[in-house]
């Protein structure tokens, strides 16, 4: 008769018994942990544009700086780039997320005749544009398993789009809108700090 309170050890195989299964993994580190803050190198290059002034293949980079705050499965923030401007993000452990939102406003202009190009006296429109980038990470820093760890490059794409608001055309003037524009491009971020 076995005393009470012993019985066949974890693993230990007896007649009727199977040896439990044993992990080595741990549980993985909260979002929090994982979270991409810190400053990345943010690197667009334009693959397709009918946006007045931009170019295909024409790019920049620029170095954001990102800050986040996490909740059980995603987490939201900011990130302030060298730019001036200010983006929006999400990001849920694997897709990162960056929205930016922009208004012009400025005075309509002639399309044609001997006044093409110049302003039209008195009139107001709003360039209204939205630009959203996704990427998904490329490369962590090491962690317990190769898909934890804090991201360290990104890689994705994006697409903007502008439209015209006319705000205010005196009478006897004419405001024609442009139609709206969109581009498509690449974008990179690689962590420098």
Request: glycine share 12%; net charge positive.
């Amino acid at each position: 008769k076995k005393p009470a309170g012993h019985g066949l050890a974890v693993g230990a195989q007896g007649p009727g018994t199977t040896a439990a299964p044993t992990s080595s993994t741990s549980a993985p580190p909260p979002l929090s942990e994982l979270a991409p803050n810190g400053k990345y190198r943010v690197s667009v290059r334009v693959v397709s544009t009918t946006i007045k002034g931009e170019k295909v293949g024409a790019g920049g980079t620029n170095v954001w700086t990102v800050k986040l705050a996490c909740s059980a499965g995603s987490c939201a923030g900011t990130a302030k780039s060298t730019s001036g401007k200010l983006f929006k993000i999400t990001f849920d452990g694997t897709v990162l997320i960056a929205t930016y939102n922009h208004t012009f406003t400025g005075p309509c202009v002639y399309r044609s005749g001997a006044q093409q190009g110049q302003n039209v006296p008195g009139t107001l429109a709003a360039v209204i544009g939205v630009s959203r980038f996704q990427a998904s990470v490329v490369t962590r820093s090491a962690g317990p398993s190769p898909a934890e760890g804090v991201p360290l490059t990104f890689a994705g794409t994006g697409a903007a789009s502008e439209r015209d608001k006319i705000l205010k055309v005196p009478p006897g003037e004419t405001c024609t809108p442009d139609p709206v524009s969109h581009d498509k491009t690449t974008i990179k971020l690689v962590w420098v700090g």
